[in-house]
C-alpha cells in the first residue's frame, strides 16, 4: 500500500475529505485557506490506521516512507530541521477521527527535543527555561503516551520538586529547577525499565504509531459506543509544527467557542492560561483564565481571536470550538470544529441561526435532529440551605444525586436506580464511563474548555469546574467543601448555571421552553 501524505501551509493546501484525513486536518486545511494562521502540518490518512493497528506487513514501511516525506515538506517550509543544534523544529503528534472524539484518542508533543534541540532552542530563543519546559514536557508526553508509564509518576516526581522550591506550581519553577525536572523525567523512565534513545526520527515515529494504536483503547471504544459512532473506520494522525504558548509572559494557550455552548448565549467563550501548552488547558488539570484576561495582557491577540471567531462561524455556519496558541503575542489556530452543546444550548442555537439568516427553517430542524424536544426542559432548583461551594458553569443545568468519587462507585450507583454526583479533583477522559452514570459532575479544578467539560456538554450533563474550595479524596471516600465534609453516598445538588453546589436533596421544578418549541413547530408546518 502507498500512501498520500495530505500537506497544510505552503503555497497550496488544497481540501480533502474527513473521511480521509480526519476531520480536525480537514478543518485545518480550510482554515488555511481562508488565510487563518496555521501552523504547517501534514496528515497521515485514516486508511493507515487499521494497518498499524493490525501490524500488517507494509504497514511500517509506508509510515517511514510518509513521515519522511512530510517532514521534508515541514522543514522545507518552516526553514527549521528536526532535532536541530541551531533552529530545530519540533512538532505534534495529533490524531483525528472523521467525526469529533475530544480528548478521546492520544496526542503526543514536543517531539524532536532532543538534547541537541534543547541546546538549539536555547540558541535561536536565548530564552533556556522555555527550553527545558519544552523537553520536560516531550519527556512526559513520551513517556506516559509513547511508552506507557503510569502519568502519575511524572506527576510525583513534579510535585516533590514544586514542595522542594517552596511554589505554588510547576508553571512557577525556574530555568534550573525546569532542568532538574528534566533529568528527574529521564530517570523515571529508566526506573521504569525503559530505554528512551535520542533519535527525533525514532521518536516521531513511535509517536505516530502510538497515536494510531490509541484509536483502540478502552476509553476510545466506551465514547464510540456511547456516541453512537462504531461505524468510524479509524484516525488520521496529524504532524504539526509546534507553536509554543509556554514561550514566555506575552504567550499561552487556550480554547474559544464563537458562542456559549452551555446556554446558547451570542458571545464568545474563551479560556486561556499564559506561558502554557495546549494540553494544560484541555486536560482539566489547571484552571484558566477568561477573556477579560486575555483582553487585558495581550490585547491585539484578543482582538485576533474574537476576529477569526467571527470569521469561522461565517465560514462554517454553526457554533465553532477552537484550540489557538499565542507565541511572543501573535495568534495561531490550531483547531476548529462544529462544537458540542448542551440540548438546551441547540434549541437556543438554531432558532438564533434561522433568525439571523444563516441557516434555513429545514436545516435548523436537521440539526435538532438529535435532540428530544418533548423531553427539554428548563429547571430550576428549590433547596433553603445556602450552597456550600461555588465552581464555574462547564455544562449548565441542574442535578441531584448521592457523591460518588469515582468511575466503577458512579456506576454502582446507577446500576442501583441511585442518581449520581461525580466529585472529582478534576476530570479526565478516562472517566467517561463514570460521566455516562453521573447525572452531574463537579470538580476541583479545570476550565470550561478541558475536553472532559466538552464531553459533559455533549451528554447533557451539569458539569460545574474550578471550585476551589473542594478537595477530593477519592481513596479515602471523602471530600470537603471548605469546612464542609462530604462522604461518599452523601446527598448533593448543583446548579450548573450558578456553579453552586448544596448539600441535601434539593426539588427540581422543570419547566418547558415553550416559546422557542412554537418556533420549532412553525418551522416543522412551512415544512409539510
Excluded at 522550591?165 to 529508566?190: G, P
Amino acid at each position: 500500500m502507498s500512501v498520500q501524505i495530505a500537506r497544510i501551509g505552503g503555497e497550496t493546501t488544497p481540501q480533502h475529505p474527513a473521511e480521509t484525513v480526519g476531520g480536525k486536518a480537514a478543518n485545518l486545511a480550510r482554515m488555511a485557506a481562508l488565510g487563518l494562521p496555521v501552523p504547517p502540518a501534514f496528515v497521515l490518512p485514516i486508511s493507515l490506521c487499521a494497518a498499524t493497528a493490525s501490524g500488517e506487513a507494509d504497514a511500517a514501511r509506508d509510515l517511514a516512507a510518509a513521515l519522511a516525506e512530510g517532514m521534508q515538506f515541514l522543514e522545507q517550509t518552516t526553514g527549521k530541521t528536526f532535532g536541530d543544534r541551531r533552529r530545530p523544529l519540533l512538532v505534534s503528534v495529533r490524531s483525528g477521527a472523521a467525526r469529533s472524539m475530544p480528548g478521546m484518542l492520544d496526542t503526543v508533543l514536543d517531539v524532536g527535543c532532543s538534547l541537541p534541540a534543547v541546546q538549539g532552542l536555547v540558541r535561536a530563543t536565548g530564552h533556556p527555561r522555555f527550553a527545558y519546559d519544552c523537553r520536560r514536557r516531550f519527556l512526559e508526553s513520551y513517556g506516559t503516551v509513547v511508552l506507557g508509564i503510569d502519568r502519575g509518576k511524572f506527576a510525583e516526581a513534579r510535585d516533590a520538586l514544586v514542595a522542594a522550591e517552596h511554589v505554588d506550581s510547576d508553571s512557577a519553577l525556574d530555568c534550573d529547577a525546569l532542568e532538574h525536572l528534566a533529568h528527574t523525567y529521564e530517570s523515571v523512565i529508566e526506573d521504569d525499565g525503559q530505554a528512551l534513545s535520542d533519535d527525533p526520527m525514532e521518536h516521531l515515529t513511535s509517536a505516530a504509531e502510538a497515536v494510531f494504536h490509541s484509536w483502540t483503547s478502552e476509553r476510545a471504544r466506551t465514547y464510540r459506543k456511547l456516541q453512537h459512532l462504531e461505524d468510524l473506520r479509524g484516525t488520521a494522525v496529524t504532524v504539526q509544527a509546534m507553536v509554543f504558548g509556554n514561550a514566555g509572559g506575552a504567550s499561552g494557550a487556550g480554547v474559544a467557542f464563537s458562542r456559549d455552548p452551555s446556554t446558547g448565549a451570542a458571545s464568545p467563550v474563551i479560556d486561556v492560561l499564559f506561558d502554557s501548552q495546549g494540553e494544560d488547558v484541555v486536560s482539566g488539570d489547571h484552571t484558566p483564565e477568561n477573556d477579560e484576561a486575555l483582553a487585558r495582557c495581550l490585547p491585539e491577540a484578543a482582538d485576533a481571536l474574537r476576529a477569526a471567531l467571527r470569521r469561522l462561524e461565517d465560514a462554517f455556519t454553526d457554533v465553532q470550538d477552537v484550540e489557538f496558541t499565542i507565541e511572543n503575542g501573535k495568534l495561531w489556530l490550531l483547531q476548529t470544529r462544529a462544537a458540542k452543546r448542551t440540548p438546551r444550548a441547540a434549541l437556543r442555537l438554531a432558532i438564533d441561526f434561522v433568525k439571523e439568516g444563516r441557516i434555513t427553517p429545514a436545516e435548523g430542524l436537521s440539526r435538532l435532529d438529535d435532540v428530544d424536544l418533548r423531553a427539554l426542559v428548563n429547571k430550576r432548583l428549590m433547596i433553603a440551605a445556602a450552597p456550600v461551594g461555588h465552581g464555574t458553569c462547564a455544562s449548565s443545568g441542574i442535578a441531584v444525586g448521592r457523591a460518588a468519587f469515582d468511575s466503577d462507585t458512579a456506576s454502582s450507583f446507577a446500576d442501583a436506580a441511585q442518581p449520581v454526583i461525580l466529585v472529582r479533583p478534576d476530570t479526565t477522559t478516562a472517566d467517561v464511563a463514570g460521566f455516562a452514570s453521573a447525572a452531574g459532575i463537579v470538580t476541583a479544578v479545570g476550565g470550561r474548555t478541558a475536553h472532559a467539560a466538552l464531553v459533559a456538554r455533549q451528554m447533557g450533563k451539569p458539569c460545574i469546574v474550578g471550585c476551589t474550595s473542594l478537595s477530593v479524596e477519592p481513596a479515602g471516600r471523602v471530600a470537603r467543601l471548605g469546612t464542609t465534609t462530604i462522604s461518599e453516598g452523601n446527598w448533593l445538588s448543583i446548579d450548573g448555571d450558578a456553579g453552586a453546589i448544596y448539600l441535601g436533596r434539593g426539588e427540581v421544578v422543570s419547566e418547558r421552553p415553550d416559546a422557542e418549541l412554537a418556533e420549532v413547530e412553525r418551522w416543522r408546518a412551512v415544512a409539510a
